[in-house]
């Protein structure tokens, strides 16, 4: 969805490439595969639900794609 921008409202930008390239940083091994369709659902999502949708979604999308889980041998 492209709105204009309003310079008297604030606003979070990012290209998805730029997103792309910091899950591929970020994520955790077993979850790297993942990255592209995780990608083209959040961006489904931003031109169907809009843009307040998906930045929640792509905040739980970067948790679950960070997550490298808990080992119960760490306490």
């Known amino acids: 969805m492209n709105t ?3 310079p008297n409202e604030q ?3 990012v290209r998805w490439s730029d997103l792309e390239t ?3 940083m970020l994520a ?3 979850k790297q595969a993942q990255i592209e369709d995780t990608l083209q659902t959040l961006q489904t999502l ?3 639900a809009g843009s307040e ?3 929640f979604t792509m905040v ?3 948790a679950w794609l960070t997550d490298v889980g808990v080992d119960s041998s760490d306490g």
Request: glycine letters at 0%; zero cysteines; charged letters at 25%.
């Open 4 to 6: 204009p921008y309003l």
């Open 60 to 62: 739980a999308a970067t």
């Open 46 to 48: 931003d031109k169907n």
């Open 53 to 55: 949708k998906a930045i």
């Open 22 to 24: 910091a899950w591929r």
């Open 28 to 30: 955790a091994p077993d």
């Open 11 to 13: 606003y979070f930008l």
